[in-house]
């Protein structure tokens, strides 16, 4: 999967939490710019704060990553 896709379904998620960046960004420890970075730039979180991202907007890992369902 191209980082493209990863971006694209990070921003899905991000927008269908109904969190604001700012509070997500809160949650796991880092600016609201770098949330930005990932949904938009070839920035991805480090591994400890993709869990935590993904815990945070309660979707799968494997879903974001291309290789399972939401």
Request: some cysteine; hydrophobic content about 40%; aromatic content about 8%.
């Amino acid at each position: 999967m191209q980082i493209k896709e990863i971006q694209k379904r990070i921003r899905e998620a991000i927008a269908g939490s109904g969190i604001p960046q700012k509070e997500i960004a809160v949650r796991i420890g880092v600016s609201a710019q770098t949330v930005s970075k990932y949904m938009r730039t070839d920035v991805f979180p480090e591994l400890d704060t993709f869990a935590k991202l993904c815990a945070v907007l309660d979707v799968s890992s494997d879903y974001i990553l291309g290789i399972g369902d939401y």
